[in-house]
C-alpha cells in the first residue's frame, strides 16, 4: 500500500508486521500490551465517538500528559482518521499559556492525562470561548473520560462513515499545528501537513540501522508532543518496532532493565546524567577498582569510530570492555543497538567515551518546521562523524547561506505559522528555502553545526562568542550541571553556573573540607568557588584569550522547566536567566579584573 497519510502507517504495521507489542506502558507496576490489531479497533472505535459526537472536519483538539501513554497514540489515530487537526501540548507551560495557544488555535477540546492539568486548564476555560469541554484519561470523579468517547463509537456499525471520511483526508492537508515552546515570547503554531511528516518518516527510514533482534523494542520518554519523539513513533510503527513507554524521567534506569530496548532516543542532557552516575560510581569504587576504571576511560576518551586502531590498543579496550564497559552496557538494558540524540548538540568527549564504550550515539539534526530532521549520523563510516549530524536524509537539500546559516529546501518544511503569515514569509529566502537560524558547515558530506545564529553575540572588543561549543566543554564536569556563557557588548566572557550539589558535597566530604549546609551559602563558598575555577581552566586554555571566562557566579536555585529555565526540551532560555539572574551578572561586571 501508498502510504500518504499518517494513519496509514498503522494500517501498513496490521498488514505487514503486526505485533502483540505495538505500543506498551506500565500501569499499577505491570507492563500492559496492546496488539496492532487492538491499536486499529480502538482508534477507529475513537473515531467514530467523535463523529457521534459531532465533531468535523478542522475542528482542533488539544492533548497534553503529563507522560507518554497509549491513550495519547489512540487518540492521535483516532482524529486523523476524520480529519481533525491536533494541538499538542507541554503539560509544563502556564495556565496563562494555555489560554493563548487554546486561542490562538480555537481549540474546541481538550484531552488532558490527569487530574492536575485537568484542573490547570478549567482554571482558564472561561477566558477561552471555543473551548466546550476538557477531559482526562484518568478516571477523575465528575469529569469527562476518554472511555466516554470510546463508548459513543462502541457500536461499528457505522465504520463505513469513518472509512468514507479517511477517503476524503489528503496528503497536504493540515494534520497538526504544534506550538514551539521558544526560548523567548510568545509561541508559534508550526503548522504540519500528513505530507510533511510523512516524508520524514520515510526519508528517515534509510537511516535506521539493524538490529541484533528480530522483534525490535523501542523506549520512547521523549515527550510526545514534541515532533522529534512523535515522528519516531510514527517510523517505529511503519517499521515494526514495538514501542515502550518508560514510566517517567527517573524510572528510566529500572525501565531500560525491565524491557531490554534495541534503540531509545535522548536529548544529551540525558548522556551527561547518564554518565555523570556512572562516573560518581567509578570514582568512589576505591582502590584498584578506581584506577582501572579511571584507566578504561582514558582509553576510550579520544576514540574514533571505524578508526585505525593499533593492535596493542585493542587488547586492552578488550580488557577493558569485559572489566568496564560491559556493565554500562547491562545498565541500559544489554541490547542497544544504538541512542538517537538530538535537540541540542552532544559534547564530542561524551559521545566518543559511549562508542568506546560499545553504547553508539548518532547525532541528528532538525527542527519542529522540518518535521523533524534534517539530517542524522548512520552507522556506517562515510555517514558518521563525531561532532557531526551526518548527511541530510533523502529528499531534503540543504545549502549554506554567505553568513554560513543553514537553509533548507524539501516536502518536510512546514506549511507555515499559524495566523502569522507574516512570520512565515520572514524565516523563508525567495527562492523557497527555510532559514534555520543555525550556523553550520559540511565536512566530507556531513553536517556540522557550529552555533545558533541567534545565540552568537559580539563583545565591546568586536570578538563574537560562540556559547552553546563553550558550554557542552565546561559541561563535562561533574561539579556543573548547567551553564550559561554571557557578555554581549562587554569586554570579556562570563558565566552564570548553576552547580551540582550532590557532587560538590560527596567531594567536600572525601577531601575532608567543611561546606555549608545551605545551597544559598554554598555557592558564595570560596572552596567552592576555587573548584570551579579549577573546573573550568582546562577548557578555558582551548579557547582564545578573548573567549575565555574569566569571572563567574553560582545560582542556588536548581534550572527546570518548572521554574522557567529550561524549555520542555532541556535548552537554556536565556533571556528568563539574565533576567532571574541580574543583580549577579551586575556584580560578575562590576568586580570585572582589569586585562
Known sequence: MKITRLFDFLEHQLRNSPRPDSIVMKRHGEWQKISTEEYVIKANAISRGFLNLGVKHGDKIAIASTTNRTEWNLLDIGLQQIGCISIPVYPTISPSDYAYIFNDAEVKFAFVSDADLYEKIISVKDQIPSLVSVYT????????????????????????????????????????????????????????????????????????????????????????????????????????????????????????????????????????????????????????????????????????????????????????????????????????????????????????????????????????????????????????????????????????????????????????????????????????????????????????????????????????????????????????EQIMVVGENEKMPCALIQPNFENIAAWAKSENISIPSSKEEIVKDKNVMDLIQKELEPHNTSYGHWEQVKQFRLTPIEWSIDGGELTPTLKLKRRVILDKYKDLYKEMYDHFPGE
Not at 518518516?201 to 510526545?224: M, Q
Not at 543497538?337 to 568506546?356: E, K
Open 137 to 480: 484519561f484518568d478516571n477523575v470523579e465528575g469529569v469527562p473520560n476518554l472511555n466516554e468517547i470510546l463508548d459513543l463509537g462502541s457500536d461499528a456499525e457505522n465504520q463505513h462513515e469513518v472509512d468514507a471520511v479517511k477517503q476524503q483526508v489528503k496528503p497536504e492537508d493540515l494534520v497538526t499545528i504544534i506550538y514551539t515552546s521558544g526560548t523567548t515570547g510568545k509561541p508559534k503554531g508550526v503548522m504540519l501537513s500528513h505530507q510533511n511528516v510523512v516524508s520524514n518518516v520515510l526519508n528517515s527510514t534509510p537511516r535506521i540501522p539493524k538490529f541484533k533482534d528480530e522483534n525490535p523494542k523501542a523506549l520512547s520518554f521523549l515527550p510526545l508532543c514534541h515532533i522529534f519523539e512523535r515522528m519516531l513513533i510514527y517510523l517505529y510503527i511503519y517499521n515494526g518496532i514495538g514501542i515502550y513507554y518508560a514510566e517517567n524521567m527517573e524510572t528510566i534506569g529500572d525501565n531500560l532493565k525491565e524491557i531490554h530496548p534495541d534503540v531509545m532516543t535522548v536529548v544529551p542532557r540525558l548522556v551527561e546524567k547518564v554518565y555523570a552516575k556512572i562516573y560518581d560510581k567509578g570514582a568512589s569504587a576505591g582502590g584498584i577498582k578506581t584506577k582501572i576504571f579511571m584507566w578504561a576511560l582514558k582509553l576510550v576518551e579520544d576514540y574514533q569510530p571505524y578508526g585505525n586502531q593499533s593492535f596493542i590498543w585493542k587488547i586492552k579496550h578488550k580488557i577493558a570492555d569485559i572489566i568496564v564497559f560491559k556493565k554500562w552496557r547491562e545498565g541500559v538494558g544489554g541490547n542497544l543497538t544504538c541512542m538517537v540524540s538530538g535537540s541540542a548538540a552532544l559534547s564530542p568527549r561524551l559521545n566518543r567515551m559511549f562508542w568506546g564504550a560499545g553504547i553508539p550515539i548518532l547525532e541528528g539534526y532538525g527542527l519542529t518546521e522540518t518535521s523533524p530532521v534534517i539530517s542524522v549520523n548512520s552507522m556506517d563510516k562515510s555517514g558518521f562523524g563525531i561532532g557531526m549530524v551526518g548527511k541530510p536524509i533523502d529528499g531534503v537539500e540543504v545549502k549554506l547561506a554567505e553568513d554560513g546559516e543553514i537553509l533548507v529546501k524539501g516536502p518536510n518544511v512546514m506549511m507555515g505559522y499559524y495566523n502569522k503569515p507574516d512570520l512565515t514569509q520572514e524565516v523563508m529566502t525567495p527562492d523557497g528555502y527555510f532559514k534555520t537560524g543555525d550556523i553550520g558547515e559540511f565536512i566530507n558530506g556531513n553536517l556540522k553545526i557550529t552555533d545558533r545564529k541567534k545565540e552568537i553575540f559580539k563583545t565591546s572588543g568586536g570578538k563574537y562568542i560562540a556559547p552553546q561549543n563553550m558550554e557542552n566543554d565546561y559541561k563535562q564536569s561533574r561539579f556543573i
